[in-house]
């Protein structure tokens, strides 16, 4: 048994032990955390590597999928393409193609993607002045702000052309050169860009809805 040791202070000296007490429990608990964070970065870095070379091999598999089934369809696309334009037919973004039984649906193709050149915001700027002159009353006012709520740009800061589409209607209807010109600005300055070659493939058991095949990582 170990000898103990009697040692006298006086309050001030005992408050400035406490303290000391303290602040080194206080580092203990410091640098044990800090030990843990060490053995916890090692972890994740054990498991990094063979993570992100999965993810890599996953990733040069899905490509190579995708240019297999590119290569598979690129003949019908082509013969579809010909056919589109011998009709007069505007050329195809999108291609969809099923089996006889109707149980299984590739899709091949581009979105479009709304965008506008900076001319556009002389257009905005017409139409907006045109119709906040018609605001006379608080009544009007919100008509006006419900009406303009068509000019809202989504996340990407673009227009939706549904909406300009359906604010150009209202132009025609208008009457009024200004919101009408302002519009044709507006439609002048579109120009679509395509998203990136995507395919989507779906399948269909009886009596049942069309389920996509998840392709993304995230959607497994």
């Known amino acids: 048994m170990a000898e103990r040791t009697m040692v006298e202070m006086t309050p001030e ?3 400035q032990f406490e303290l000391f007490q303290k602040e080194q429990a206080k580092k203990a608990e410091q640098e044990a955390k800090r030990e843990q964070r060490k053995q916890l970065q090692a972890m994740t870095d054990e498991v990094m590597a063979d993570a992100v070379a999965e993810l890599m091999n996953c990733n040069e598999q899905l490509k190579a999928t995708k240019q297999k089934v590119m290569d598979t369809f ?10 589109n334009e011998e009709t007069g037919k505007k050329e195809q973004d999108t291609f969809m193609f099923t089996n006889s039984a109707g149980t299984q649906r590739i899709r091949i193709g581009y979105n479009m993607n709304d965008n506008y050149l900076d001319q556009v915001e002389e257009g905005i700027a017409k139409v907006k002045a045109y119709l906040e002159s018609l605001a006379k009353d608080d009544q009007s006012k919100e008509l006006i702000a419900l009406v303009l709520r068509l000019l809202a740009r989504d996340q990407k800061g673009n227009l939706k052309a549904s909406r300009v589409i359906q604010l150009g209607q209202l132009a025609e209807k208008s ?9 044709r600005i507006i439609r002048e300055a579109y120009r679509p860009t395509r998203s990136k070659l995507f395919i989507r493939c779906s399948i269909k058991e009886p009596e049942k809805e069309w389920q996509d095949i998840g392709l993304g990582i995230g959607e497994v």
């Open 74 to 83: 690129s003949t019908l696309m082509q013969l579809r393409k010909e056919v």
């Open 175 to 183: 009457g009024n050169e200004d919101f009408q010109e302002g519009m």
């Open 13 to 15: 000296e005992k408050k």
